[in-house]
């Protein structure tokens, strides 16, 4: 193993690579040559069948979990003036859709433990002005639903889920998908199943449901793409002022394939976590991510956060250690509150949201991926491995 890793050394082992294989192209290729490329009949199939993957009532495909977010806002009555809680350790998308509902997100601190929304200070943000809560499963270990769905109900505030990360997560043996009021899912090529760019919403709620599958595509009744089948006709009516937020038919031919194949991607990141962890749990200058009992993780990504006061360089250097020998690395995520726009919009201060801070300051996101070799990890190991030794105090 040694001796391969080290004849790869040379070549450079990006961050991430989707896991498209040549029957997902397939797939993809058939769909071109059925004269259906739209939304249409895969996009169906593809719905019921993350349906039945999750376990939940209904499924609606849309083009980015961005799209997927914004529409369950919307359904849920957000609007001008009103305050959403999420959590300032996230990707922008989640608070972008609360902007241009005219609210205002509501930034709430991390855990240092999960980096997931502290659920126990969501009590004290919560106003007369609360009209929602987005928590974010971050790198796929699932927030605390039990506390979080207690505080919302006591005060009639729905729960949507930005999973983006949370795809086959699931806590008490429920997928993530089935629990909160809205949640949505992204299929951006990074993520665990890609369709290049898309996104699913899952919901219980009939009422929720029908609605965001009539704004997805501009507000138009139900199932207009019929109208140019055999069963349809040229005839449709605008409900609403909706969206240009559907799916269509070549995503949702890569989706299928990849849904087919989701559970075996899976079992491949498990194993990779696992050789990660058995070589770094005895490592005091790395902290390994926590994983709760009562949970499965998605494992979208693998997090590791540095003890900064048993080394002699920072986050950045280690990364760039990293790049040196030819890995690529990520950080997930700068927190919201230090972004520009969020700065100069509402005055935001150092120290405002001291556990993002801290854990923005210490982490690094190691590839995984199941394109990655076994000799791969082990050489990201090795790596890692070699920069602390060389730079303990
Ligand atoms: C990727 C990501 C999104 C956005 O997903 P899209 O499908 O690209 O819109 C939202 N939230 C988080 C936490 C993400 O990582």
């Known amino acids: 193993m040694r001796i391969l890793s080290l004849k790869k050394e040379n070549s450079f082992l990006p961050f991430s690579i989707p896991s498209v294989s040549e029957k997902d192209i397939d797939e993809v290729v058939d769909t071109l040559r059925s004269n259906w490329i739209t939304v249409g009949p895969k996009t169906k199939i593809f719905e019921n069948n993350f349906k039945e993957y999750i376990g939940c009532k209904h499924a609606i495909a849309v083009n980015s979990c961005t799209a997927g977010l914004h529409l369950a806002l919307v359904v849920t009555g957000v609007g001008y003036g009103d305050d959403v809680i999420t959590t300032p350790y996230t990707f922008c998308a989640t608070a972008e859709v609360i902007e241009h509902l005219g609210a205002k997100p509501i930034f709430v601190d991390i855990r240092r433990d999960t980096f997931n929304i502290d659920c126990n200070k969501i009590a004290n943000a919560i106003s007369d002005k609360t009209k929602a809560i987005i928590p974010v499963h971050i790198a796929g270990h699932p927030c605390e639903m039990e506390k979080l769905i207690h505080v919302a109900q006591e005060n009639k505030i729905p729960i949507i889920e930005d999973a983006a990360h949370a795809l086959g997560a699931e806590i008490n043996n429920l997928k993530i998908g089935n629990i909160g009021d809205i949640t949505s899912f992204s299929f951006y090529a990074t993520k665990n199943l890609t369709t290049g760019e898309g996104g699913m919403v899952t919901t219980n709620n009939d009422e929720f449901a029908e609605k965001i599958r009539l704004l997805c595509l501009h507000g138009m009744s139900r199932d207009a793409w ?168």
């Open 226 to 393: 019929k109208r140019y089948s055999s069963e349809g006709s040229w005839y449709y009516e605008i409900l609403y002022p909706g969206y240009k937020y559907n799916m269509s038919d070549i995503q949702a031919a890569l989706g299928l394939n990849q849904l087919k194949n989701f559970d075996h991607y899976q079992r491949i990141r498990e194993e990779y976590v696992q050789l990660y962890n058995n070589s770094f749990k005895d490592i005091a200058e790395i902290e390994i991510p926590l994983t709760k009992l009562n949970i499965k993780h998605a494992w979208h990504l693998y997090i590791i956060k540095l003890n900064l006061d048993l080394l002699t360089i920072n986050r950045n250097e280690f990364i760039q250690k990293l790049f040196d020998h030819n890995i690529g690395t990520s950080v997930h995520f700068i927190p919201l509150h230090y972004q520009p726009y969020y700065q100069k919009k509402y005055g935001y201060k150092n120290n405002d949201f001291p556990n993002a801070e801290y854990v923005y300051e210490r982490v690094i996101s190691l590839p995984l991926y199941p394109k990655m070799t076994k000799d791969d990890v082990f050489r990201v190991i090795d790596t890692v491995i070699s920069i602390i030794k060389k730079h303990r105090i």
